[in-house]
């Protein structure tokens, strides 16, 4: 298992853990490539030459990975997971969730990240994460000192902006979709509360039966099986989405819906806002940071407060109107190549760290 470039190891570099290339996207992964693409020449990007699976690509990244980053270099793993060997390094971790809630994954992914994720943080020089919110919880939970970890936000790609009458209507007919509808995008996973969001929609749909409610994504191979009703009056599963698909999915949709139990950041709220479709999102975690006033929140718990933002949004026109066009406002806050020019910094200041100290 070796990879695809190796360092000049005479002078101090800049380097990515590709291992992230092999996973499913999900926000995560989206958040690697952004930036890696945004940072260009700066960093190299390591990664297996092929898919060796969760077990193999674990192996590759503990043992082959180090042996690729000199003792002046500084490594970048964007994707919560990192080389224990490896100091020079700063690792970006998402979230707490498999740390406070492994009753949400299969119990091998639980136990492994419950292993790493405590060490990593104690062994790296830096770690990067994506909201105020996650840094408290990675604070609590491992105990770590302030000025180890730096808030960075994600950014939101050029590709997510309004899209054309005609290219909603298209992705209407595909996917079978009614005029109306609400929007669900993300992996179908414990965390994501869908089962709330149902009987939620369901009391909504009692009332107007012509709104759909439009489920994009797939379950992910770390969660444990979520059982959802195949069949529910208005509930359509799109199962997997092309990227294409998402703006004019996004464009077209009352609201993008997130009435998840925890989000590090919730990428999907900021790609539906530069589309300038407003958000119903959970409160008390980090989608009230990222959304702002462009939304409305509710209770995660509260399937009533659920159904009552959907009707809101759905009775309200002016309201709608207003939240289209601070979501745009809002969105155009967040930039890749910001995050990419942040990101740099830090791996800046580590490697300065390294180099005064040799």
Same mark, same amino acid.
């Given at each position: 298992?070796?990879?695809?470039?190796?360092?000049?190891?005479?002078?101090?570099?800049?380097?990515?853990?590709?291992?992230?290339?092999?996973?499913?996207?999900?926000?995560?992964?989206?958040?690697?490539?952004?930036?890696?693409?945004?940072?260009?020449?700066?960093?190299?990007?390591?990664?297996?030459?092929?898919?060796?699976?969760?077990?193999?690509?674990?192996?590759?990244?503990?043992?082959?990975?180090?042996?690729?980053?000199?003792?002046?270099?500084?490594?970048?793993?964007?994707?919560?997971?990192?080389?224990?060997?490896?100091?020079?390094?700063?690792?970006?971790?998402?979230?707490?969730?498999?740390?406070?809630?492994?009753?949400?994954?299969?119990?091998?992914?639980?136990?492994?990240?419950?292993?790493?994720?405590?060490?990593?943080?104690?062994?790296?020089?830096?770690?990067?994460?994506?909201?105020?919110?996650?840094?408290? @919880?990675?604070?609590?939970? #491992?105990? /770590?000192?302030?000025?180890?970890?730096? +808030? *960075? $936000?994600? =950014?939101?790609?050029?590709?997510?902006?309004?899209?054309?009458?005609?290219?909603?209507?298209?992705?209407?007919?595909?996917?079978?979709?009614?005029?109306?509808?609400?929007?669900?995008?993300?992996?179908?996973?414990?965390?994501?509360?869908?089962?709330?969001?149902?009987?939620?929609?369901?009391?909504?749909?009692?009332?107007?039966?012509?709104?759909?409610?439009?489920?994009?994504?797939?379950?992910? @191979?770390?969660?444990?099986? #979520?059982? /959802?009703?195949?069949?529910?009056?208005? +509930? *359509? $599963?799109? =199962?997997?989405?092309?990227?294409?698909?998402?703006?004019?999915?996004?464009?077209?949709?009352?609201?993008?819906?997130?009435?998840?139990?925890?989000?590090?950041?919730?990428?999907?709220?900021?790609?539906?806002?530069?589309?300038?479709?407003?958000?119903?999102?959970?409160?008390?975690?980090?989608?009230?940071?990222?959304?702002?006033?462009?939304?409305?929140?509710?209770?995660?718990?509260?399937?009533?407060?659920?159904?009552?933002?959907?009707?809101?949004?759905?009775?309200?026109?002016?309201?709608?109107?207003?939240?289209?066009?601070?979501?745009?406002?809002?969105?155009?806050?967040?930039?890749?190549?910001?995050?990419?020019?942040?990101?740099?910094?830090?791996?800046?200041?580590?490697?300065?760290?390294?180099?005064?100290?040799?």
């Amino acid at each position: 298992m070796d990879g695809r470039a190796a360092p000049d190891l005479s002078t101090p570099r800049f380097f990515i853990n590709g291992r992230y290339l092999y996973a499913p996207i999900t926000g995560v992964q989206r958040y690697a490539h952004e930036v890696a693409r945004c940072l260009g020449r700066r960093a190299q990007l390591i990664s297996p030459q092929t898919d060796y699976g969760r077990l193999g690509n674990n192996l590759w990244e503990q043992i082959i990975l180090p042996r690729k980053i000199g003792s002046k270099d500084v490594l970048w793993s964007p994707a919560n997971t990192g080389p224990l060997v490896v100091a020079n390094q700063a690792v970006t971790l998402h979230d707490t969730a498999a740390l406070e809630h492994p009753e949400w994954f299969q119990p091998s992914f639980a136990a492994w990240y419950r292993f790493l994720l405590p060490r990593l943080a104690r062994r790296v020089r830096r770690i990067l994460t994506v909201s105020k919110y996650s840094k408290e @919880r990675l604070l609590e939970f #491992l105990s /770590l000192p302030q000025e180890k970890v730096t +808030v *960075i $936000y994600p =950014g939101v790609s050029d590709q997510f902006r309004a899209a054309e009458p005609q290219a909603c209507k298209n992705v209407r007919t595909k996917f079978r979709l009614p005029d109306q509808y609400f929007l669900f995008v993300g992996a179908l996973e414990p965390r994501k509360n869908l089962p709330r969001l149902l009987k939620a929609f369901a009391q909504v749909f009692l009332h107007h039966s012509e709104v759909g409610l439009a489920l994009a994504g797939a379950p992910g @191979r770390a969660f444990r099986n #979520l059982r /959802l009703a195949v069949q529910q009056p208005g +509930v *359509i $599963y799109l =199962g997997e989405v092309k990227d294409a698909d998402l703006p004019p999915l996004y464009t077209g949709a009352v609201a993008l819906i997130i009435p998840s139990l925890m989000e590090g950041f919730g990428l999907t709220a900021l790609e539906s806002m530069a589309c300038g479709t407003p958000v119903i999102a959970s409160k008390g975690g980090a989608l009230e940071e990222i959304v702002g006033n462009s939304g409305l929140f509710c209770d995660p718990l509260n399937i009533d407060e659920i159904s009552e933002a959907m009707v809101r949004l759905l009775e309200d026109t002016p309201l709608r109107q207003r939240l289209n066009i601070l979501c745009l406002k809002r969105a155009a806050q967040f930039s890749w190549q910001k995050t990419a020019d942040q990101v740099f910094q830090v791996l800046q200041q580590v490697s300065e760290e390294v180099n005064s100290r040799s």
